[in-house]
T-cell receptor, first 114, second 112 residues
Framework: DAGITQSPRYKITETGRQVTLMCHQTWSHSYMFWYRQDLGHGLRLIYYSAAADITDKGEVPDGYVVSRSKTENFPLTLESATRSQTSVYFC?????????????FGPGTRLTVL | ELKVEQNPLFLSMQEGKNYTIYCNYSTTSDRLYWYRQDPGKSLESLFVLLSNGAVKQEGRLMASLDTKARLSTLHITAAVHDLSATYFCAVVYGGSQGNLIFGKGTKLSVKP
């Protein structure tokens, strides 16, 4: 099906473990984004990518790593998970720069770090 | 740095009543979004407001934008239970390579 998907939808891990959250979109959108949502903070941008092999930091990048070898995929890795990274993570994509293009959001991944 | 403030953060209202959610932002921007989020779900785009004085309506929701005052409003007319959700405004910040800055959201509960 066309659209934007995230996997897994739910993940429980332990402090210090590496975790990778996957994001896949079928629209061939050039831009992709990772946000985290925490109570009292709304959504905050972690990283974004303007195209394959081009990534940049957002508001809260510390503790996260991203890559984008293919246009349709934008994985987010927590190299050594901490409890403060317990959150709901949303991936989004847009056909062009967010200044002029709407973003479309995936279903989210709920991550719990014990 | 752009800051986006929504108020109220929590809103409990009765069916049939009218109310307004406010979204203030601190620096110039010409594009503002309103999103709806149901519990445990993703964000659904409601409105995109592109210019000063823009007004958009969908059903019982009407959104407006005043870029001079740096203020957007989401007005709810004759609320119904199905409108219960969290509503976010998001403002584009950073020129041609801008990103979205979200407000903290307004949790709306409509009671019979």
């Amino acid at each position: 099906d066309a659209g934007i998907t995230q996997s897994p939808r739910y993940k429980i891990t332990e402090t210090g473990r590496q975790v990778t959250l996957m994001c896949h979109q079928t629209w061939s959108h050039s831009y992709m984004f990772w946000y985290r949502q925490d109570l009292g903070h709304g959504l905050r941008l972690i990283y974004y990518s303007a195209a394959a092999d081009i990534t940049d930091k957002g508001e809260v990048p510390d503790g996260y790593v991203v890559s984008r070898s293919k246009t349709e995929n934008f994985p987010l890795t927590l190299e050594s998970a901490t409890r403060s990274q317990t959150s709901v993570y949303f991936c989004a994509s847009s056909p062009g720069t967010p200044s002029y293009n709407e973003q479309f959001f995936g279903p989210g991944t709920r991550l719990t770090v014990l | 740095e752009l800051k986006v403030e929504q108020n109220p953060l929590f809103l409990s209202m009765q069916e049939g009543k009218n109310y307004t959610i406010y979204c203030n932002y601190s620096t110039t921007s010409d594009r503002l979004y309103w999103y709806r989020q149901d519990p445990g779900k993703s964000l659904e785009s409601l409105f995109v407001l592109l210019s000063n004085g823009a007004v958009k309506q969908e059903g019982r929701l009407m959104a407006s934008l005043d870029t001079k005052a740096r203020l957007s409003t989401l007005h709810i007319t004759a609320a119904v239970h199905d409108l219960s959700a969290t509503y976010f405004c998001a403002v584009v910040y950073g020129g041609s390579q801008g990103n979205l800055i979200f407000g903290k959201g307004t949790k709306l509960s409509v009671k019979p």
